[in-house]
T-cell receptor
């Protein structure tokens, strides 16, 4: 098991373009999370899935953001009409929910720079 | 609302112990976590503690939880240069599945 995998690791895009990030969770993990992290800050929660169902979305997730997990395995995070304020690292995490335990493992992140 | 706070910086001498502190606001927290982040990298889970525990030790790491004061600390014994990183405290609320992070404490090591 190679852990949570994210692709691409780095993306530079022009303002107004669309970008998509992919996350492959740890095998058999049923929960998948997306967080955003800007320089000097801690990760901020965006959304999470239980299997293919998106169960919670943060108010940070504007209409330009959409996340999917169609088959309950990998997930994509799309940002439409990117703005400079979207520049950040987008972190994916996964966990296997067993009882009350919920250890969350993070990927290496996808850096987005909007120019 | 939900909040996790940490001091921003800590500098220690190599070989000394480091103590990183964290406070949180939600009294219904179930798990509290410590993550480590090195430059340009993702988050590495270091350890976690269940809310009914006071202490957890794992090799050089000791976590202390004071639930009454909503205070969590991470002690790193015999701090090494490889421990230089940002350390995040995180809190999992009982009614939600997300975890909430503090802003991180940057640990630097002096020779």
């Amino acid at each position: 098991d190679t852990g949570v995998s994210q692709d691409p690791r780095h993306k530079i895009t022009k303002r107004g373009q669309n970008v998509t990030f992919r996350c492959d969770p740890i095998s058999e993990h049923n929960r998948l999370y997306w967080y955003r992290q800007t320089l000097g800050q801690g990760p901020e929660f965006l959304t999470y899935f239980q299997n293919e169902a998106q169960l919670e979305k943060s108010r940070l997730l504007s209409d330009r953001f959409s996340a999917e997990r169609p088959k309950g395995s990998f997930s994509t995070l799309e940002i439409q009409r990117t703005e400079q304020g979207d520049s950040a690292m987008y972190l994916c995490a996964s966990s296997l929910v067993q009882g009350t335990g919920n250890t969350i493992y993070f990927g290496e992140g996808s850096w987005l720079t909007v120019v | 609302g939900e909040d996790v706070e940490q001091s921003l910086f800590l500098s220690v001498r190599e070989g000394d112990s480091s103590v990183i502190n964290c406070t949180y606001t939600d009294s219904s927290s179930t798990y509290l976590y410590w993550y480590k982040q090195e430059p340009g990298a993702g988050l590495q889970l270091l350890t976690y503690i269940f809310s009914n525990m006071d202490m957890k030790q794992d090799q050089r790491l000791t976590v202390l939880l004071n639930k009454k004061d909503k205070h969590l600390s991470l002690r790193i014994a015999d701090t090494q240069t490889g421990d230089s990183a940002i350390y995040f405290c995180a809190d999992r609320y009982s009614s939600a599945s997300k975890i909430i992070f503090g802003s991180g404490t940057r640990l630097s090591i002096r020779p």
